[in-house]
């Protein structure tokens, strides 16, 4: 079993800052890509930004030169610094992992979603 737990969310003025956290636990070999997505009301579940095991990174162009995903492997922990935000950036975010377990399957975990809401 495996476990990933979202940390960070809440209200925000725009222009402000919020960082999110996400930590897996479990039966955990290795961890590939991590990522977070975002669904806001009423709009498909979007990719906002990723990070390979090697460290190379991809942004949503929405959200380039405003947020920042980094990763700290021996944590098994996910992080997305997001700054100058905008009201359009409310939504729930979710990251997800590609987990190699023990028997060697690679499978994609979810957290469970924190609210970020961009409001004044």
């Known amino acids: 079993q495996v476990q990933l737990v979202e940390s960070g969310g809440g209200l925000v003025q725009p222009g402000g800052s919020l960082r999110l956290s996400c930590a897996a636990s479990?039966?955990?070999?290795?961890?590939?890509?991590m990522g977070w997505y975002r669904q806001a009301p009423g709009n498909q579940r979007e990719l906002v930004a990723s990070?390979?095991?090697?460290?190379?990174?991809n942004y949503a162009d929405s959200v380039k030169g405003r947020f920042t995903i980094s990763r700290d492997n021996a944590k098994n922990t996910v992080y997305l610094q997001m700054n100058s935000l905008k009201r359009e950036d409310t939504a729930v975010y979710y990251c997800?992992?590609?987990?190699?377990?023990?028997?060697?399957?690679?499978?994609?975990?979810w957290g469970q979603g924190t609210q970020v809401t961009v409001s004044s």
């Open positions: 479990g039966s955990i070999f290795s961890i590939n890509a």
């Open positions: 997800s992992f590609r987990i190699r377990s023990w028997n060697g399957y690679e499978t994609a975990y």
């Open positions: 990070i390979s095991t090697g460290g190379s990174t």
